[in-house]
Structures are given as structure tokens and as C-alpha cells.
């Protein structure tokens, strides 16, 4: 008998995808060209399903200070940012940070999953509560539960069951923090982060927000949700990630509170870790420096996701609530999902299935996601592709000519 007979219903449906060719879990690109395309053997592939927003993952200067710190540093630490693991590098990238958001102090961990983990674990003890929207990511779920603080899931978006939640909760001991998104990374919808920071005020509970698919994206400058929407002094603690907007890998934290840096010797997914190489931590200060000085890019972005939405719209696929750069159709069921990602992938353009748990509500979602660096014409290409599938397939109505023949 073997240790995995309990997956033995998911073995038999991933075995089905195998068969059926249509695994997206299996897919290696061979050679990626650029930002915006790879290749899968000898087929180029157009990437509409990435989370590389500024694309920033070929910008000469972020690419040029990475093989400059691998030369003069080498290609990895070997260690813990509290023992051999602390460079220049990594202290500049955290003061860089620091400064973009204007906050005291910035942390930065080796992923923005081990961010969440290692930052909710450790603000969160065992008598405090943990107020978590319902849709978050599974890393806050993952901190929650590492800390064994008392976890209250409120509903998605929904500042009055919040409200509700921390009533109920009335004057019962212990610290209340809330921890909501920016851009939810499934549907695209972005937190209503006024009426939460209002809640917030309201209740004495801290906010902590989740930056990861709004960082480079929304903002005057950049910086996020809590920039756009004028919050940002109502937040404690933003996290968020380098491997979206800023085309590498890496997580960070940022606050004001004082004693901030306790969390290095509390936060065991920063402690009990290697450090990041020092490639990545110079390509990550790079294309901060690109996000701050070239707000172009965010222009181009957020071009491109309404043409892509509203293009979708048009069509008749049921989308996502906002034009943000996630764009996922909602499918009515995973078979659907995954015979429409196949047909896409054939036809050469490689999008996302999104499936429970992952997915909000129990959805089915073909999850697509736009860049600055998409020219219009690759946008055009992937709807009319969306356009061929989602009639072929009869999830969309057909186009006007074909009616009338
Ligand atoms: N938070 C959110 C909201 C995310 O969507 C993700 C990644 N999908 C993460 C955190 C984790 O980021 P990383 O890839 O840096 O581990």
C-alpha cells in the first residue's frame, strides 16, 4: 500500500488529463524569447498567463546588474539572513524599499509566500485573532496557522461582515488584525480598501495588506491598492513580492511600527532559510528603480488590460468584476476549463486554469494575464484565438456573419 493512496480520486483525475493531453500542471516552456513568448519545441508560444506585468524579466539593466552581482558575489549566500546570509545588496534593496513606500523599516524574505507566512506567524500569537478575508492567498492561511492565533475568515470583499466579525469579537483579549489583498490574483478585483481601513479605525484592529498583484500596477507611483485609494497611513504593514511586477523572485514586508525588526529573530521562515542570491537581490533593486522612473510602463499595462477585458466582454465570456491585468473567464466547469486551455495552447497561446481551492466560490477559471510588454496585435491575436475557441466550443454566441449564413 503506498503513502499517497489518499490521493488516489486526484491520481485518477490527473491521470484522465494526462490522457486526455490536456494537463496544464505539466507544461515546460523550452526557450523563453521574451517577456511576452516562449517556446514549446519547435511552436512559439504568445504567454498570456504569466504574472510579469511591467515586463521587466528582459530589461538589459536588471539582467546587466544580475550577472554583475553573480560575478562579484557569486551565485548564492549558503545562508540565513541571520547568520552569513546578510549582503550590502540585500540591506540596500531593504533601505530601497523602504524608501519607496516612505515607511521606517522593510524586511525582505526569500519568497512573498514565506513573506505572509513568516510575517502573519509572527504578529499573530496565540491568544490574538487573525481576520482574514475569505479570498485571500494561501500563504496568509499558511502564517495563520503556523502562529495558532484564532483565524476568522469574514466574507470576500465585504467591509460590513468585517465589521460584524470584529463586534462579535467585542472586547475579547487580544490583538485583531485584519489582512485583506490588494488585487485579488483569481478574479482580478481589487479590495475595497477604504471601507476596510474605516472598519479598522473603527475596531482598534491593525490592517495588514497583501500588495502582490498591485505593486508596479496601481498607484500614483506604483506603490499599490493603499496608494490608489489614499489609505496608506491606515495600513500597518504592506506585503508583497518580487516575482510578479518585478520579474524575479523574493518577498518583503514593510511598516512603521516600532520594534519592526524583532521580526528577524522571531519570523522563522526568515530565519530558517537560505538568503536570497545575490543576482536576484540586484535584479530585484533594478527593476524597482524601473518601476519608480518609468511609470510608462504601468500606462501600458493597464492599456493593454482593457483592451484585453473589454475585448472578452465584448465577446460575451463572463469575466472577472474590473479591467484589471488578471483577466479570468469563468468557465462552468474544470472540463471546460481544461479542453478550452488545451484548444488555446494548440492554437499557441498559453493561459492558466484555476480551479477549487485556489478559486473563489468553487470556479472554474481560464486565468489570463497581461503585460506592458504585450503590443496591441498580441492582444488582438489572443482574443480573436478566445473568439475561435469559446465558439467552437459553444461558449459564446457566434459572430454575426456566421449568424447569418
Ligand atoms: N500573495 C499573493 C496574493 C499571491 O498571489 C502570491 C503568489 N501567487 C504570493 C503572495 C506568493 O508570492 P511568491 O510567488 O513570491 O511566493
Redesign the pocket.
Known sequence: MSLFHKFAPLRAAYDRLESAKSNPFNVAFDRVLSPTEARIGDREILLLGTNNYLGLTYDPAVIARAVEATEMFGTGTTGSRIANGSYDGHKRLERALADFYGRKHAMVFS????A?VGVLSALAGKNDHLLLDADC?A?IYDGSRLGHAQVTRFRHNDPDDLANRLRRLGDTPGDKIVVV?GIY?MLGDAAPLREFAAVKREWGAYLVV?E??SLGVLGQTGRGLAEAEAVEADVDFIVG???KSLGG???FCVGDMEGFDILRVVSRPYMFTASLPPSVIAAALEALHQLRTRPILRERLMDNARQFYYGLADLGFNLGPEPNPVVSAIMPDPETAFAFWSRLLDAGLYTNVSLPPATPKGLALLRSSVGAAHTPDQIDHALSLFAEVGRAMGLIAPARAEVRA
Open positions: 519568497t512573498g509566500y514565506q505572509n492567498h500563504s489583498e490574483s497583501d502582490a498583484h513580492t518580487f516575482s523572485v523574493g518577498g
